[in-house]
């Protein structure tokens, strides 16, 4: 499965990005494989449809889960239809390498 995790940088001591349409980078982990992307996000100075485009981008990567701090009102939807799980995690200290460590202990 491919997780993405919104996050303030492109290092595993970066912290989670509590926005998720507006974040600096998304880390894509895929559990299969234990391998893990930093990819800047295309949609953080879109004028307006940042949620729904950031959406789509990620669905056009085959994630299947969502780990970030707050989602937008109209997002809950999109992700809903797409199949893909929202995780709201309301601590902003967390870094990105302590959440994939939570994420490689779930299996």
Not at 28 to 40: C, L
Not at 75 to 84: A, E, G, R, V, W
Request: net charge neutral; aromatic share 6%.
């Amino acid at each position: 499965m491919k997780i993405a995790i919104t996050a303030s940088g492109n290092h595993p001591e970066a912290t989670l990005d509590q926005r998720f349409a507006r974040c600096a980078w998304f880390v894509i982990y895929d559990d299969a494989t234990q391998s893990t992307e930093f990819i800047a996000n295309p949609n953080l100075n879109a004028v307006e449809g940042a949620g729904p485009a950031a959406v789509q981008f990620l669905a056009s990567l085959q994630v299947q889960k969502i780990v970030s701090g707050e989602f937008g009102a109209k997002i809950k939807p999109l992700l809903d239809n797409l199949k893909i799980q929202m995780v709201v995690m309301k601590q902003p200290e967390t870094t990105v390498a302590g959440i994939l460590n939570l994420l490689q202990n779930q299996n």
